[in-house]
């Protein structure tokens, strides 16, 4: 069975950079992307960004768009998010889910399985 750890989350100021990882084990052909997710405190968890297997197609959310890249490493089963000219608004815990790629919308919130568990960005002076 698919297994997903994220890592990389920390404190950053206003203006800094993360990048976080999403290390796959288990691999099955049952899903053919994989994407990332935050959910701030209080508030819905939302879609981030998504990428296909083969990395060819890319999709962002309109609040991370110009400043967040998504891309993966198949040799080393690893999605990255690196993540720039972070703002306090980024500030939620990140979770990475495997699932379908959609053409018009990337991942889907409701299709995603495999959640992982999470890790968090705090974005404060």
């Known amino acids: 069975q698919l297994q997903l750890v994220e890592s990389g989350g920390g404190l950053v100021q206003p203006g800094g950079s993360l990048r976080l990882s999403c290390a796959a084990s288990?691999?099955?052909?049952?899903?053919?992307?994989i994407g990332w997710f935050r959910q701030a405190p209080g508030k819905e968890r939302e879609g981030v960004s998504c990428?296909?297997?083969?990395?060819?197609?890319?999709n962002y959310a309109d609040s991370v768009k110009g400043r967040f890249t998504i891309s993966r490493d198949n040799a080393k089963n690893t999605v990255y998010l690196q993540m720039n000219s972070l703002k306090p608004e980024d500030t939620a815990v990140y979770y990475c889910?495997?699932?379908?790629?959609?053409?018009?919308?990337?991942?889907?919130?409701?299709?995603?399985?495999?959640w992982g568990k999470g890790t968090l960005v705090t974005v404060s002076s």
């Open positions: 990428i296909s297997n083969s990395g060819g197609s890319k």
């Open positions: 288990g691999f099955t052909l049952a899903y053919d992307a």
């Open positions: 889910a495997a699932g379908h790629y959609y053409r018009d919308s990337g991942c889907r919130r409701g299709d995603m399985d495999n």
